[in-house]
């Protein structure tokens, strides 16, 4: 008999101290893909040392709003860090854009980036680089190991929270101590 698995897209995965690799320890990852292929997040409480403007130059995009050039980049995971995604509210016209969930966007375009450039971009979002996968079963191996606990997200939460409250603020959801969490688990 096959198992069927609950799709984690648009949950948040929350690191348990479990984790000991400092690419996920204390990360708050959005889940975009979750499948029986796979699976495919964004660490979004992770900033980088460069800003927005960094970006801009590289790809020879005008700024002129001061604010907008000095936005942080995130760091979304190990895997290809040199591709770049803009996790962003309401829907637009970009190229290589997909619905992770109604008012979560996910795009991988240069357009937006333009867009954000003159100020008519979407009206919240993150710039990350990389992304977070696992094979087919790894993360529910994961799962079962405590690495990781899931909670429901908001876009509050994505985009309105300060990135070093972003863990906490999803763990609080769930309404426990994480001192309580064992380090093992069973199967009954």
């Known amino acids: 008999m096959t198992q ?15 984790i000991k690799d400092p690419i996920f320890a204390s990360s708050l990852v959005y889940m975009c893909e979750h499948s029986e292929n796979g699976s495919m997040g964004l660490v979004v409480n992770h900033e980088t040392s460069q800003v927005l403007d960094d970006i801009f130059i590289q790809l020879d995009i005008k700024c002129e709003n001061e604010s907008i050039k000095n936005q942080p ?10 591709q770049g995604f803009v996790l962003h509210s309401n829907k637009g016209g970009w190229q290589n854009s997909v619905e992770v969930s109604y008012g979560i966007n996910l795009t991988s375009s240069v357009d937006i980036l333009q867009a954000i450039a003159e100020d008519e971009g979407p009206e919240d979002y993150l710039v990350i680089l990389g992304f977070s996968g696992w094979a087919s079963g790894q993360l529910e191996s ?10 429901t997200c908001s876009p509050d939460l994505l985009f ?24 093992v688990s069973g199967n009954a």
């Open 4 to 18: 069927q698995i609950a799709s984690l897209v648009d949950k948040c995965l929350i690191a348990t101290p479990v």
């Open 73 to 82: 980049i995130y760091i979304g995971g190990p895997v290809q860090l040199e």
């Open 142 to 151: 994961e799962l079962q190991q405590n690495s990781w606990l899931t909670s």
């Open 160 to 183: 309105h929270k300060k990135p070093e409250d972003k863990w906490q603020a999803a763990f609080d959801t769930l309404g426990f101590d994480i001192n309580m969490l064992s380090p």
